[in-house]
Structure formats: structure tokens, C-alpha cells
């Protein structure tokens, strides 16, 4: 009778080998899933930021009846800091945030007009918006009388302060993969305080706020409580 023997130190060898092979095929996987996760957490931590700078910036301007160059300049320069602490340039000195501040008003049907606005890029200040092009806009001002979305004809006849923010997000390990992702959000609001009506409308007084190079600023504080302005 022959007896067949395993060489016990043959077997372990042969349990290394595999669980070397299986680990050299997991690892590339648990990478990717690490690197995916961290970038992830990254784009949706810059997100919430972009979404806070634009609702500040447009919170910040609300609070008042009329805003001089200098005032409007600090708004911007004080809702950009929100981003922090994401850098707002790249490491070449190129700008990755725009802030964009404007009031827009809307007629008795609807339709809107964009009366001002104002950009800061974390380094420069700029015009703003020249049109309405591309803005995204709520469904109840989509200039159709008698509009679901918008019972009461209660946007009509009003102006609104719109904060616009965009972020050029580049991945640290996956850009070549995604690339430059742009994050962006838009807040609308109300303005606080009553006021005249825009000189292009023949409504009612507005909530708005005005702005130009020769206006001067006025709290809502000043202007309601103070009636200084």
C-alpha cells in the first residue's frame, strides 16, 4: 500500500501565495473608494459654503434701503470670507469664487428687469450682471398672467435681491478624472424695508434696494426706526 503525503509547509506557502494575489487585486479598489470618499466629502463640504455665501451676501444687502460703492463693496468682500477656509484662488493667483449681487423687479405681469448689479471675484470688483441670461428664476415669475405658481399676482410688482456664487472646485487626487467642477447656488429674497417704487414702475412702493454710484447708504434701522434716511 503507498500512502501519499502533503508536505504541510507546501500547503502554507500555497495560502500565502493566494491571499498575496487577493490583496494585490483588493487594494487598488480600496484606494479608489478612499480617495473617492475624501474628495467627495470635500466637494460637498465647498457646496454648503458656496450655498452660505450666497445667501449672506444677499441677506447682507436686504437690510437696507440704499447702498453706496463703498458699503457694497464690504458686502461682498464680507460674504466672500464665508468660503474660508477655501482659498479663493488657485495657486497660480486665478480666482476660483465669484460673488454676483443684483436686485431684479418684476411689472405687473410678471415679466422682469434686472435694475443693478454688482461682482467681487476675491481680488477685483466688477459690474455685475448686464442681462437676466442664465439666471435661474423661480417658476412664479415666469411672466404668464394668472400664473399657478404664483397665486394672488403676490411676485408681481416687486423686487427681489438675487446673490449668485460660483466656486471652481479641482480635486486634489481626481482631477484628472473629473477635472474643474463648477459649484454653484442662487438665493432670492425680499427686501426689509419699504420703499419708493423703481423710476420704471407706476406700482405700488417697493421693498427694494437702490444703488448707484452716487447713493449713500441707509440702514434699515436708519430709515425705519431713526427716519433719518
Avoid at 418684476?106 to 443693478?116: C, E, M, P, R, V
Wanted: charged content about 10%; glycine content about 6%; some cysteine.
Amino acid at each position: 500500500m503507498i500512502r501519499r503525503s502533503f508536505p504541510v509547509r507546501s500547503l502554507q506557502a500555497d495560502v500565502d501565495a493566494v491571499a498575496a494575489t487577493e490583496f494585490a487585486i483588493v487594494v487598488p479598489f480600496l484606494l479608489l473608494l478612499f480617495i473617492g470618499g475624501v474628495e467627495l466629502a470635500n466637494g460637498m463640504a465647498i457646496s454648503v459654503k458656496v450655498s452660505a455665501t450666497a445667501h449672506s451676501v444677499a441677506d447682507m444687502v436686504t437690510q437696507n434701503t440704499s447702498l453706496s460703492t463703498t458699503s457694497m463693496q464690504n458686502i461682498l468682500t464680507g460674504a466672500s470670507a464665508t468660503i474660508a477656509p477655501y482659498s479663493v484662488n488657485d495657486s497660480s493667483g486665478k480666482s476660483l469664487l465669484t460673488v454676483t449681487v443684483s436686485e431684479v423687479s418684476s411689472d405687473a405681469n410678471g415679466n422682469l428687469t434686472l435694475q443693478w448689479s454688482r461682482s467681487y471675484n476675491g481680488a477685483t470688483f466688477g459690474s455685475g450682471r448686464t442681462s437676466l441670461s442664465g439666471l435661474t428664476v423661480p417658476t412664479s415669475l415666469n411672466g404668464i398672467v394668472g400664473n399657478a405658481s404664483n397665486p394672488n399676482n403676490q411676485n408681481d410688482q416687486v423686487s427681489f435681491i438675487v446673490g449668485e456664487v460660483s466656486y471652481a472646485y479641482t480635486p486634489n487626487l481626481g482631477f484628472t478624472i473629473s477635472g474643474t467642477v463648477n459649484l454653484t447656488d442662487t438665493v432670492w429674497m425680499f427686501p426689509r424695508c419699504s420703499t419708493d417704487s423703481p423710476a420704471n414702475s407706476s406700482g405700488p412702493a417697493y421693498y427694494d434696494v437702490k444703488y448707484s454710484s452716487s447713493t449713500t447708504t441707509c440702514t434699515c434701522l436708519q430709515h425705519l426706526q431713526y427716519k433719518n434716511c
